[in-house]
């Protein structure tokens, strides 16, 4: 019973910034990552960061720079997106790679997603 809801996409103009959050919940023992996907139609779901328990990051190259992963220890995971393009645009998920009592296995979890538009 693990739960990621997403918040802060929206729609923004090219050059804007957006700040996403996404806030796990529910039964963890332990969290091994955290991180942000996206997906555009059409295209693969790719990683765009993510950050792991021991507090390192892990960015898409091209996001270097624009973007900013951050956690805090409340479970919450941020995204900081500065000078944004029109290729931002897609849903962005939150995910989560954790521990549960259920289980005591990692497994995967996935937000909603949350629509970031880029457009002018």
């Known amino acids: 019973q693990v739960q990621l809801v997403e918040s802060g996409g929206g729609l923004v103009q090219p050059g804007g910034s957006l700040r996403l959050s996404c806030a796990a919940s529910?039964?963890?023992?332990?969290?091994?990552?955290m991180g942000w996907y996206r997906q555009a139609p059409g295209k693969q779901r790719e990683l765009v960061a993510s950050?792991?328990?021991?507090?390192?990051t892990n960015y898409a190259d091209s996001e270097k720079g624009r973007f900013a992963i951050s956690g805090d220890n409340a479970n919450t995971v941020y995204l900081q997106m500065n000078n944004l393009r029109p290729e931002d645009t897609a849903v962005y998920y939150c995910?989560?790679?954790?521990?549960?009592?259920?289980?005591?296995?990692?497994?995967?979890?996935w937000g909603q997603g949350t629509q970031v538009t880029v457009s002018s």
């Open positions: 995910h989560a790679d954790v521990i549960t009592p259920r289980t005591m296995m990692r497994q995967d979890y």
């Open positions: 529910g039964r963890i023992i332990s969290i091994y990552t």
């Open positions: 950050i792991p328990s021991i507090g390192s």
